[in-house]
């Protein structure tokens, strides 16, 4: 007899990635578990193709996002994103610890990344979730340049002197359009929500070499050079204000089903491993949701990474109704 298969909060076995510039924070931090060294991410979320992660609770174990696509459609994705994105699950997160600092680096846009690799661009967001003393991010220039300046500087190794140097604490979040240049600092942790891709532009590496490979790693300044956005901003750092508090009490009340859909139209559950509280938080869970809403899609129609926000959910935290079921009856459709 086929099993009558509900939703229910999913969690998801994060892919552990060694990266260069890796540290101990997803451990000491969020109590992640992993015997490997110099883990610089842990995908906790991910259709990215040969590292697509799985469910690990309850009767859907073991199902890819593809397949709960496939099987549940749009109660799964919700109506706006099924309608823009079919079967592709369109977000990618992850946890980042960057131990030393990640390459300064650019992404193509979605029509770049299609012609050049049939894959979508790469739009991202970052939630700092902890920062070290003096900490900080790169992100766009100081000062408007021109190519040949821009050259100049590539050539001579001093690119850094010409990037917006950020310092950020917890809660800061900065919105990465492709195209603007940036780098995670020495000592960040954060949440990164980002589209479905795995296409880098490697601008500058500090000339480091990988302890795995012996080498530098390759840089790709050719493909950089025509998708990098060159325009200056006052301010890199995105407005942000928790919305716990207004979500909670909206969960809360009753809906109807299509209510709930239009309103959570993509969620992602992210637990630590044991659905235990990762330290440094009060909430037994940690749940980031990209979450596509009308009234920003009106405001920034075409921006993808405007559509949703970054929300963080520590307000849960004693709340029962999270907990690992199936009864749960808010998530049953
Ligand atoms: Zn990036």
Redesign the pocket.
């Known amino acids: 007899m086929e099993r009558n298969y509900s939703l229910y909060p999913l969690k998801f076995q994060p892919i552990y990635k060694y990266r260069i510039w890796g540290g101990e924070k997803l451990k000491t931090q969020l109590n992640k578990k992993y015997d490997a060294q110099n883990i610089g991410e842990s995908w906790e979320i991910s259709d990215v193709k040969n590292d697509e992660t799985k469910v690990i609770n309850g009767t859907l174990r073991g199902y890819t996002l593809i397949e709960l696509i496939e099987k549940f459609k749009v109660n799964f994705l919700g109506k706006t994103v099924y309608k823009k994105f079919g079967n592709q699950f369109p977000l990618l997160i992850k946890f980042i610890d960057a131990k030393t600092p990640l390459s300064i680096?650019v992404?193509p846009s979605d029509k770049i990344a299609k012609e050049r690799h049939n894959s979508f661009g790469?739009n991202?967001m970052w939630y700092v979730m902890q920062a070290d003393e003096n900490a900080e991010l790169i992100v766009g220039f100081d000062k408007k340049i021109p190519t040949e300046d821009y050259n100049n500087h590539l050539a001579n190794n001093t690119i850094l002197e010409i990037m917006h140097h950020e310092k950020v604490s917890e809660g800061d979040t900065f919105y990465?359009p492709t195209g603007r240049v940036?780098a995670i600092g020495a000592g960040v942790l954060l949440a990164e929500i980002q589209q479905t891709s795995n296409i880098?532009y490697r601008i500058y590496d500090y000339d480091r070499v990988d302890v795995k490979t012996g080498e530098k790693r390759e840089l790709h300044n050719d493909l950089a050079i025509d998708v990098i956005d060159f325009q200056i901003k006052d301010s890199y750092k995105t407005k942000y204000t928790k919305e716990c508090e207004r979500r909670e009490e909206q969960n809360r009340t009753k809906r109807s089903k299509d209510e709930y859909w239009d309103n959570f139209d993509l969620e992602a559950f992210i637990y630590d491993e044991e659905g235990l509280q990762p330290k440094n938080y009060d909430s037994f869970i940690q749940i980031l949701r990209g979450d596509f809403l009308q009234e920003q899609q009106e405001e920034n129609s075409g921006d993808f990474h405007e559509q949703y926000r970054f929300q963080e959910y520590k307000c849960f935290s004693k709340n029962k109704s999270y907990e690992d079921t199936e009864e749960n009856s808010l998530y049953q459709l």
């Open positions: 680096q992404h790469k991202e990465i940036h880098t």
